[in-house]
């Protein structure tokens, strides 16, 4: 009887092992930064550099048309924060023109997302470029 407790106890903690051990092995994907929260990080007054910091962090690629551009400008979305978004979609066909494809894309707002937080592969991020210098503030 008492070994039989002591290897229900070694298995209780095996299998206790075994959930935490998968639960914290698997590498989670960042949260993507949608269009909408673009839009009202912008309207917070939120300062451009900070938003593509943020961008580039979640590892979101954008793919935007001309006239989801334009209709952002006018939303008050800053050219660096727009010239980022664009140049991620760029960048990304460039290293692999099967991100051409649409079936790589998803859409849940009316805009069409792709990158890590879409399960493309980790290494993608290397395709999203570095968020743009501080400007140059004159005294």
Known sequence: MHTLRHLLCAFLALMVLAVTGCATS???RPRPVKVPEVIAMCKAGV???EIVRKMQASGTV???TASQLV???HQGVPPEVLD???NTY???????????????WQSFDGYWYGGVPFGWPYESI??????????HRHP
Do not use: C
């Open 26 to 28: 698997g590498t989670e």
């Open 47 to 49: 300062p451009a550099d």
């Open 62 to 64: 954008y793919r935007l």
């Open 71 to 73: 209709e952002l400008a």
């Open 84 to 86: 980022y978004m664009q």
């Open 90 to 104: 760029l960048d990304a066909t460039r290293v692999d023109a099967s991100y051409e494809e649409w079936e790589r």
């Open 126 to 135: 290397y395709l999203i470029r570095p968020p743009p210098p501080p400007p």
